[in-house]
């Protein structure tokens, strides 16, 4: 080779590099190959499908009695058997994941916005603002929820939207703590500081910057936090605030027939209390499902 | 090259090639690397990120990552071969003749037990219990000359200095008396002071030990003062080898040429020229390569170097160079053109005053003095270059000119003769874009979850106002001014490369014209090729804005580069201050004398050190009388303990807070003043 060969021309500088999977693509990558997330969603769907279309499909209407026939034990005509009433346990089991599934999920987002705003303006401004209102959360996460829904509903009367609004806010500090510590450490990464540099002002700083990167802790924590809801839902309806009669809630049956299990009428309690432990299990496999996916 | 397997080699790596496994498929990183160290060498391994000197080291110890495998050719320690040891073969020979310390301290440090518990359980396992063990122990920080060894092992590492962690776990590596010991960007991590502490030790370790050293680093200069023979590796290639020396004064392969040719050497400055860089980057791992390695960033480049791949050549003299035209690598074309339109010197009013300026954090409920007293000035257009070790008040200063901490009362800051609010909500919009930043790690400076575009057309909007068309014109200017393209508009960050990153944080410090522009530690993370390209960026800004810095670096070769002043910062105070020849050239303070002799050089041989003994003191607890006189080697006396010297000028625009007179440093310095050119 000699020395009159031509250099061949130099690269231009590089290209971005967009092969690579977003984060978020990742997690979705993640979340299908996760068994628990996938037996999670499949539980959860079938309940979804339940609330929305049940009412079509159901054997029978889930609030007609039917007096002659109450209490029938389970049987090919009636699987789940009747209630006290008469009215078909099945249908109203299916039929009865309407309420809850409403319910828990409006107090979920509500606790979910009104614990991100918080989180936020509590790990952005620190200082004397996070002392008292951090104070006043924990304060406020002492009180059982039964004695906070109590009070609300003297004050409130009882209604779904009592009950959305009582879980949704005695859920939001919980989810307002774990935004206000993801918070602290974003508010020391540089791009913060960048943000002060242009005069920008605190709302934008914490919504426009700092929020979109505390939104996978945030979706954990709601995740979790509905199967929680879901369970604090039931549970009020069983004491009998929130969900009213007739419908066929499952915490509502439970409620109004539980007496009966003492009467050998087990089948008029345990399909609705199966079908709530399902549903908890199912989101709670979500939850664990999207926790893994975010920590990988 | 393979040699005869010969017991005196204490490694022998042959035709070792490494792959990772990534989506379902092989990668290879390593491809049919051949290596000897001798018994009682010492190897340095050089390249860019990214080139697999860790994945040389990790295959040696045999730890590599779940899914990397070794997918051939063989590796020999003292002769015998690492891959036919079984499970507890393996595990004798790590513990008793290969060690590794890694380049964060952290990593091989338990966080939750003592260093002495530390230390003598890795004696403990070899036998020796007890008291025995614990006089072991201390025998081994003794020997990494630790301060106070008996206290520092009572303490948890946390309570340790990063230096003193990086001496605890040479001490750990070095408590089997390996035959071999690995070093893999020991010092990358520590200050220049720290660094060249940490380095003189392992030089002295390695007289006394006789261990056989692979030395990884990507700064050319530690390894050239570290090591008798140097392999370049590229690609997971070996491209060039030979003695140290050879390397480094003659190499003969394009690709080392150019990353010599990428650092700022012998005083070089920004008006002096542009630095070379080296066009495009690293091949992926596993990329397929056909021909050269190197043929997309080589000048020299032709037709054959693309079709054949070039063995490694034999020059001669124990050298070896994988390139076809390496008789001709020093004529490799410069891929950045030296010439610069020199702005001529100003005399222009100063755009920045400081005065007086204090900084006082409470720390344990005690006043930690971060700044003290401090005043500087810096014309329009000048660089002032900020140096001390780390804790020196570097970056609470920038802070301070930046608003982003308030001083304390007192003191002022004046840009362009009008005074600067000490808080950033009390600066005006126009002195808010008058002030801006780069800082040093663009990951945490850029927000992960925006695109570039929104990320530079919000500092449009807000620091140039700008808006609507006028905005998008103005974005198109500005990306094409740092060097990027539309292309790079759509992306998030964590699709561009740590150059790449960069050159975004520059264009958003310069959105709204900026007076000042702070460059904290700007290059620290990037490789000396993409170093090169960003100091040349911030010149030619520079010189066709008008725009000042404040910059702040660790490698004294960069910020004289970049510099007109110089301020030397030592526990918050100003020890030296003034034009960056005087201050480099000398005579110069005391520590700053200290710190330029503790840095790696390229082109100095072993000479006249002057050491920094002992940790830099707390701020909160500073020495009386002159700060630095606990480590001060040209201390007079008494007066140093009692009295704090004055800043007094040296000469018009020098000062120095020094008892010793001027003319009497400069005689106490005098052989030192000679400087290469
Ligand atoms: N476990 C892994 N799986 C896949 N790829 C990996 C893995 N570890 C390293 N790599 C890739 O292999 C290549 C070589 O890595 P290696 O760590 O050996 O480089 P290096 O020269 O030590 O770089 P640096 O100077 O940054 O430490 C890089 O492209 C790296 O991204
Ligand atoms: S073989 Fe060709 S492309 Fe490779 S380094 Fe040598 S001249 Fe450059
Ligand atoms: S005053 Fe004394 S201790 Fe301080 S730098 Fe000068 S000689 Fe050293
Ligand atoms: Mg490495």
Not at chain 1, 101 to 109: D, F, M, S
Not at chain 1, 127 to 144: N, T
Not at chain 2, 340 to 368: C, D, F, M, W
């Amino acid at each position: 080779m000699s020395a009159t060969d031509t250099p061949a021309s130099l690269p231009a500088p590089s290209a971005p590099d967009t092969t690579r999977r977003s984060p978020w693509g990742e997690v979705l990558h993640s979340l299908f190959r996760s068994g628990t997330f996938l037996t999670g969603l499949f539980i959860l769907l079938f309940w979804v499908v339940c609330a929305l279309f049940g009412q079509h499909f159901v054997p029978y209407d889930p609030l007609e009695s039917d007096i002659i026939n109450s209490l029938t034990p389970p049987a090919a005509d009636h699987w789940f058997g009747t209630d006290q009433l008469g009215r078909d346990v099945f249908s109203r089991v299916i039929v009865g994941s309407r309420d809850i599934l409403t319910v828990a999920p409006l107090a979920t987002i509500l606790a979910t916005l009104a614990g991100t705003a918080l989180g936020l303006v509590i790990g952005y401004f620190r200082g004397i603002v996070d002392d008292i209102v951090s104070r006043v959360l924990e304060a406020f996460m002492a009180i059982p929820v039964v004695i906070i829904a109590l009070l609300a509903i003297v004050a409130l009367g009882t209604s779904k939207i009592t009950v959305i609004v009582v879980i949704g806010l005695s859920f939001a500090p919980i989810i307002a703590r774990t935004v206000r510590s993801a918070v602290l450490a974003e508010r020391e990464l540089d791009y913060v500081a960048a943000a002060k540099l242009r005069h920008e002002g605190a709302l934008h700083t914490m919504f426009v910057e700092i929020l979109p990167n505390v939104i996978p802790p945030i979706l954990v924590e709601t995740t979790v936090r509905l199967g929680y809801a879901i369970f604090a839902v039931a549970t009020l309806s069983f004491m009998g605030f929130g969900i009213q009669p007739p419908s066929p809630d499952w915490g509502l049956s439970i409620s109004s027939n539980y007496g009966m299990i003492g009467g050998g009428f087990w089948w008029t309690v345990l399909f609705d209390a199966l079908a709530i432990a399902s549903l908890v299990i199912g989101v709670n496999l979500v939850a664990d499902g999207v926790h893994g996916a975010f920590n990988d | 090259m393979t040699e005869p397997s010969h017991p005196a080699n204490a490694l022998e790596l042959k035709d070792l090639s490494v792959a990772y496994r990534v989506g379902r498929r092989d990668r290879a990183v390593l491809r049919n690397v051949n290596l000897t160290i001798k018994a009682g060498e010492a190897y340095g391994l050089v390249g860019e990120s990214g080139c697999g000197k860790s994945t040389v080291a990790l295959s040696v110890v045999r730890y590599l990552p779940r899914n990397g495998s070794i997918t051939g050719g063989s590796i020999a320690l003292d002769g015998k071969d690492v891959m036919k040891l079984d499970a507890e073969a393996l595990r004798r020979a790590r513990a008793d003749s290969v060690s590794m310390v890694y380049q964060d301290p952290g990593k091989a440090l338990n966080p939750s037990l003592r260093i002495g518990r530390q230390l003598t359980e890795i004696f403990e396992l070899a036998g020796v219990t007890g008291q025995a063990a614990e006089d072991k122990a201390l025998a081994m920080l003794n020997r990494v000359r630790i301060s106070d060894p008996a206290s520092v092992m009572q303490r948890y590492p946390h309570q340790l200095s990063g230096g003193m962690q990086q001496r605890v776990a040479i001490a750990m590596a070095l408590a089997n008396d390996p035959s071999m010991l690995i070093l893999d960007e020991p010092t990358t991590g520590l200050d220049a002071t720290v660094e060249a502490e940490v380095l003189d030790l392992i030089g002295q370790l390695r007289r006394e030990l006789s261990a056989s050293i692979l030395f990884i680093s990507h700064n050319l200069a530690v390894v050239s003062n570290m090591c008798d023979r140097v392999g370049v590796l590229y690609a997971g290639m070996l491209v060039e080898e030979g003695s140290t020396k050879d390397v480094f004064n003659d190499p003969r392969h394009p690709y080392t040429v150019a990353l010599l040719r990428c650092l700022p050497r012998g005083g070089q400055r920004k008006d002096q020229g542009r630095l070379d860089t080296i066009p495009g980057f690293l091949p992926g791992i596993g990329a397929t390569i056909v021909g050269c390695a190197f043929a997309d960033r080589c000048a020299l480049a032709t037709e054959r170097c693309r079709a054949e791949p070039p063995p490694l050549y034999d020059p001669g003299g124990g050298r070896l160079s994988r390139c076809h035209y390496h008789d001709k690598a020093q004529s490799l074309p410069r891929a950045t053109p030296a010439e610069i339109v020199a702005a001529a010197p100003k005399q222009a009013p100063p755009v920045l005053q400081v005065e007086g300026l204090n900084k006082t954090y409470a720390s344990h409920g005690r006043p930690l003095r971060a700044v003290k007293d401090v005043s500087v000035s810096l014309r329009a257009g000048e660089t002032l270059g900020l140096v001390g070790e780390s804790g020196s008040g570097k970056t609470t200063f920038a802070r301070l000119l930046l608003g982003l901490v308030p001083p304390d009362e007192g003191g002022s800051i004046e840009l362009e003769g009008k005074k600067l609010a000490p808080r950033l909500a009390s600066r005006s919009e126009e002195q808010v874009k008058a002030v801006q930043i780069v800082f040093q790690n663009p990951d945490s400076a850029l927000n992960r979850s925006h695109s570039i575009r929104h990320i530079l057309s919000r500092a449009l909007k807000r620091l140039g106002g700008l808006s609507g068309k006028t905005l998008d014109t103005r974005l198109e200017e500005l990306v094409r001014s740092v060097r990027l393209t539309d292309r790079h508009l759509a992306v998030k960050p964590r699709q561009l490369s740590g150059g790449l990153k960069q050159r975004v944080a520059i264009a958003r410090a310069f959105a709204g014209e900026p007076r000042i522009v702070v460059c904290d530690e700007p290059t620290s993370a990037l490789d000396v090729s993409v170093q090169a390209a960003i100091l040349n960026l911030l010149a030619d800004l520079q010189s066709r804005q008008d725009v000042s810095y404040i910059f702040i670096s660790h490698d004294l070769g960069v910020v004289r580069y970049l510099s007109d002043k110089i301020a030397v910062l030592y526990l918050g105070r100003i020890m030296e201050f003034g034009p960056s020849e005087a201050v480099f050239s000398g005579p110069h303070h005391p520590y700053t004398e200290a710190l330029l002799s503790a840095v790696p050089q390229l082109d100095r041989t072993e000479s006249s050190r002057i050491r920094l003994d002992g940790e830099i003191p707390s701020a909160a607890n500073p020495p009386t009388g002159c700060v630095f006189h606990t480590r001060c080697p040209r201390k007079i006396g008494a007066i140093c303990e009692t009295q704090e010297p004055e800043l007094t000028e040296a000469q018009p625009g020098h000062t120095i807070r020094c008892h010793i007179p001027y003319a009497e440093l400069a005689r106490l310095q005098k052989p030192k003043v000679v400087e290469p050119a």
